[in-house]
């Protein structure tokens, strides 16, 4: 009846956070450290990372290994209480948060937070890096707080990552967001010159990634164009126009009839 009752707790505290829990938040509800090697003992619980567990069939998160990486950074708190921190809390950036926005083709690991002070770890998995945020720096992406598209981007400036890795991640977040090209650049400024840009000139940086995304889009459309355009017999398309112009005229001519007649 124990067990039944400690599973039932942890299936409550981890509904709201993605299915999963953490060693110190089950002490916080009543679940002690005993009782959790008993129910991953009887296969009641899974262990998703160090201190990071999920109850035995609960749905398999998307992004599962993010989440229970960025839970696992701050495991005392609730998740809830961790959401209300925002852009003092810990934030998913850099390629992890490209990850989220399913932008480019980067490593999953190490996965790296950023937060507005000094952190570190001895997990290899985890990587912190320090920078100064404000409320408008962080959204919410699959339930977790990350690092704007515009950061996310000089994030990856900053850390060296080859410009066509940074590329394929401005196209595809081109797709599915809108990035503020004003403050692309401002972000972009500090990285401007490694890149080959001259000393400060962000905006010159900014414009080439997101020129080069439309160039590519265009190319893209053309491209299709081209491959539709070989598959067509133009005679007989020729000939379905000609019978489509004539159906219009003859509606017309009906149309021009009935108006007369009123």
């Known amino acids: 009846m124990k067990q039944m009752d400690d599973i039932r707790k942890l299936s409550e505290l981890s509904e709201s956070q993605w299915g999963m829990f953490t060693t110190a938040q089950a002490e916080r509800i009543g679940v002690e450290r005993w009782q959790l090697s008993g129910l991953f003992k009887k296969k009641h619980i899974e262990r998703l990372d160090f201190g990071v567990y999920r109850l035995e069939g609960a749905p398999t998160e998307r992004f599962s290994d993010i989440k229970a990486g960025w839970i696992s950074t701050d495991p005392k708190k609730f998740v809830w209480e961790r959401l209300k921190e925002r852009e003092h ?27 507005d002070k000094r952190r570190q770890t001895r997990k290899k998995n ?97 491209d299709s164009a081209i491959q539709q ?24 001519d009906a149309i021009d009839c009935i108006n007369k007649d009123q």
């Open 126 to 222: 985890i990587v912190f890096r320090k920078y100064e945020l404000s409320r408008k720096d962080v959204i919410l992406v699959e339930g977790l707080p990350t690092a704007t598209p515009e950061l996310t981007i000089a994030i990856l400036a900053a850390e060296g990552n080859d410009l066509s890795h940074i590329e394929d991640v401005v196209r595809d977040l081109h797709r599915t967001r809108i990035i503020n090209e004003e403050e692309l650049a401002l972000r972009l400024t500090p990285y401007a010159k490694k890149y080959g840009f001259s000393n400060g000139n962000g905006e010159a940086f900014a414009r080439k990634l997101i020129w080069n995304v439309v160039a590519q889009n265009i190319q893209s459309i053309k």
């Open 89 to 115: 809390g810990i934030v998913v950036g850099g390629h992890t948060a490209a990850n989220l926005y399913d932008a480019g083709d980067l490593w999953a690991t190490p996965l790296l937070f950023i937060a």
């Open 229 to 252: 355009l070989k598959g067509i017999d133009f005679e007989k398309a020729r000939e379905m126009t000609e019978a489509s112009l004539d159906q219009i005229a003859w509606i017309q």
